[in-house]
C-alpha cells in the first residue's frame, strides 16, 4: 500500500435495547447470549484489531483469539493480561500505534466507556437493535441514541430486521450509521 494513501478507519460494534441500555456497573449484558447477534460480532470482527476498555476485556477474558489483537485502554500503569494484547493508558496512543503498524480498521468493543471516548474517532457504526426493554442490577450503562449520534454528523445507510425465532427470541435491527471522514475530529490530530 502506498504510505501516502493509508488511511486508519475506525468503526463501533454495539448491541443495545429498546432505551439503548447495553450494559451496566455491575458488568456483564443486560441479556444472556442472543445467538444472531453474536453470530454477528464473531463475523464483523474476525481478524480485525479490536479496541476494549479494561472492564470489558476482563468480562471477555478466554473469548480473544489470537487473531484478535485487542488494544485494552486501562489508567492503571503496568497493567498487564495473561494473553496476546497491546495495553494503552491513552486512547490517542493506541490510535497513533495502530496508524504506525498501518492497520488498516480498529473495531471499538466496548464497554460505555470507551465507546464514548472513541466516537471522536469513529465513522462507522454497527449497532444491534433488540426489540425488548431489559432491567440490570447496579447503575445502567447507555449507548447514544440515533438521535444524538445524528447531532453529530451519523447517517442510518443501511437496516436489517430478523424476527423472533428459536434460537433468538427478541426481534433484532442491525443498523450501519456512517459520517464523512471531514466530520472525525479525532483522526485529524
Ligand atoms: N452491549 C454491548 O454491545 C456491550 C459491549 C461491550 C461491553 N458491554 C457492557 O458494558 C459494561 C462495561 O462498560 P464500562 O463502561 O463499565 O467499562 P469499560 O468501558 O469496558 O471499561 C472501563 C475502563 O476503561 C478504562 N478507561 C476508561 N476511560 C479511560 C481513559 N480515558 N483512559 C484510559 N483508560 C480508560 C478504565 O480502566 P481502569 O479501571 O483499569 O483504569 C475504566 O475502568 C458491561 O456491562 C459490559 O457487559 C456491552
Known amino acids: 500500500m502506498n504510505k501516502g494513501e493509508y488511511q486508519l478507519r475506525v468503526s463501533m460494534i454495539v448491541a443495545v435495547d429498546n432505551n439503548y441500555l447495553m450494559g451496566s456497573d455491575n458488568g456483564g449484558l443486560p441479556w444472556k447470549g442472543i445467538e444472531k447477534d453474536k453470530n454477528h460480532f464473531r463475523k464483523y470482527v474476525a481478524s480485525k484489531t479490536l479496541l ?18 485487542p488494544y485494552v485502554l486501562t489508567r492503571r500503569i503496568g497493567y498487564q493480561t495473561n494473553s496476546h494484547t497491546h495495553v494503552f493508558n491513552e486512547i490517542q496512543d493506541a490510535i497513533d500505534y495502530a496508524k504506525e503498524k498501518t492497520v488498516e480498521e480498529i473495531v471499538v468493543c466496548g464497554g460505555s466507556e470507551i465507546y464514548r471516548l472513541a466516537l471522536q474517532y469513529t465513522t462507522t457504526i454497527i449497532l444491534t437493535i433488540l426489540d425488548s426493554c431489559f432491567r440490570v442490577g447496579g447503575e445502567p450503562k447507555f449507548f447514544p441514541s440515533i ?33 464523512d471522514r471531514h466530520l472525525v475530529p479525532g483522526l485529524r490530530k
Open 52 to 69: 476494549v476498555g479494561r472492564k470489558t476485556f476482563e468480562e471477555m477474558d478466554g473469548w480473544f483469539q489470537e487473531h484478535h489483537t
Open 147 to 179: 438521535e444524538e449520534l445524528k447531532s453529530f454528523g451519523f447517517e442510518k445507510y443501511k437496516e436489517e430486521y430478523f424476527k423472533p425465532s428459536v434460537q433468538n427470541e427478541v426481534g433484532m435491527s442491525i443498523i450501519w450509521l456512517n459520517r
